[in-house]
């Protein structure tokens, strides 16, 4: 039985809610935890109990970087992401998880590509990392993952199946874990596959903007984008693999001061054009940056004509998402985004030979959220 | 006699007004104006006349850089700056400019530093540059200049006199110009005598906390800190000299991709601070400088200590203020700035042997502002 009387109806078509038990705080501006401390973080005197026999989440893609936010912003975008299915499972070791199934939700299709030992799967790691911070013991978990991310898209598809994970484990025993404790896990499971950086799990989790001040203590600062405005992402999705680690090692060991000052100063302005809700203003700082965008486009076939044609099609701003291939344009309504990202996916074939799906997506600012349940 | 009928009375001490002409628009949030253009910028038809017979105006001081800020922000201190008188004078040319006296605030005393050539002063080049953005040749202009604060202190000096001149002269032909415009004039002054900066100049015509995003074209963005928020800042002067131009040179030529990750994010995270009016968050930032902060503070001695010491007593943040030598720390309390004053003079004394003097002054919310005027 789902449990929709308790739930909130955001965006997104399918009933949803954001973290529902009152024992988990509503976010804060700054959260503040330790994060180099080994895991399990004790936050509870005695193993939790179940109260839902199975859960269902989702958390959502996201952009990180950002241009000059690089490796320390990123956020949500709507109605696109991961599902994981979570069940008491009494056909598991108590306090083991396993993988039932990952599938892909664009065609239904079995998912052959992940993992399904949850030692080596995004959504199992962190799953197995929340587990150990509630001292999971007595109840064995089954769990299914619905891919609706594609792999290596920079859209930051390990950081959702682990953000909904996380929160399918925190949920099912009643969410006593907060926020912070969530992206440590989420963090955890980003180690292991694609570096120690949260600008991806952090807004999975959390919805909007996040800004990650520091990882020792991790301190997340949530830039909240005014209700009032509208944000459109033009995302474009070229049929091309670009590795996360040979985007990183394109990039240089150093910087001249002078980029060095215009990056931080770009930094700051799209801060504050996010906090001000100033659309054209976040465009122009996110098309600035000078250090790691003109490494890694031209490691995109057609990126640097696809930025420009995003930008003379009308798009506020235009860069890479996350370490690409996807390029990420800006604009305030969905109808000129869905033209600007036709003129995008012209260019990645003219330019690149590349063919490319485009999509206009609005702001999450939910974040990673029960969507159902089946009380115990 | 004083228009006081007409003004507005902020904090200060003097009756003061904002710019007072309704052809001046309320600052915005974003500035953007070309910077490359050669002066003057025409925005009359005609030379405008003069409304008064003499104006006095006032300037704050400023604190550029705030840690890891690094030549994009500043903002301005209360109750602390220059203040210019300008008058109408039949003896002097039409179309020029003279400077009548420079006295020190503090005593009252003649200055013997500064020239008296326009061309080679802050004041007399902002002054002489908003008589060309005007196009004023049938009125000769006498300016004096009180020096309230000390050179090379690292609050803005050379700013705050630009700043009040270029207000004294707009203000006197009816306040025609932009704030931009004036932003311009400050920084042809600035550029001269120390360097192609707004980041003293436009806070302090301003007010708050500015940051520049761009200078060609010139983009300013006004970061309001909350009024409902008390802001402190501790200011320890010691009684040292720290040329701007040795303390450039102290400065990397590079920077490795990971301090300039680490300051980028600081950066953005001060601003997230300022608009989201944390102090703590503020403090945090403005402390966490890795690039600049490290190579110029071990060039002051004893500034190591005092920072320390600033924090050691409550201080929520402490840096250099510009290139220094003056050490500025952030609290929330005028009581708690005045203790945390006396502990950095003495960790001045004990370990840099250099006498200081503190003084705990708020934020300026208005920045420079025509004080009173003879209409004519």
Known sequence: MAISAALKLPSSSSPTSTFSNPKNPPLKTIIRCRCNSSLPLKTLT??????????????????????PGFDFLGCAVDGLGDHVTLAVDPQVHPGHLSIHQ??????????KKLSTNPNFNCAGIAALAVMKMLDIRSVGLSLSLEKGLPLGS???????????AAVAVNELFGGHLTVSDLVLAGLESESRVSGYHADNVAPSIMGGF??????DPLELIELKFPDDKDLFFVLVNPDFEAPTKKMRAALPAEVSM?????????????????????LRGLGTALSSDRIVEPKRAPLIPGMEAVKKAAIEAGAFGCTI?????????IIDSEERG???????????????????????????????RLVSGIPL
């Open 258 to 278: 002078s980029h060095h000052v215009w990056n931080c100063s770009q930094a700051g302005a799209l801060v504050a054009s996010v906090l001000q809700g100033d």
């Open 210 to 215: 996040v800004l990650i001040r520091s990882y």
């Open 102 to 111: 990952i599938t892909n939700s664009a065609n239904n299709s079995v998912n």
């Open 321 to 329: 998402s996350g370490s690409g291939p996807t390029a990420v344009a």
């Open 154 to 164: 920079g859209l930051g598809s390990s950081a959702a199946s682990a953000a909904a």
């Open 338 to 368: 869905r033209e600007i990202g036709d003129r995008m996916v012209e260019a990645f074939m003219r330019e690149g030979k590349l063919k490319a799906t485009a999509m206009v997506r609005s702001l999450d600012r939910v974040g990673a």
């Open 46 to 67: 005695t193993e939790p109990h179940p109260t839902f026999t199975s859960v269902r989440t989702f958390a959502p893609a996201t952009v990180a970087n950002l241009g």
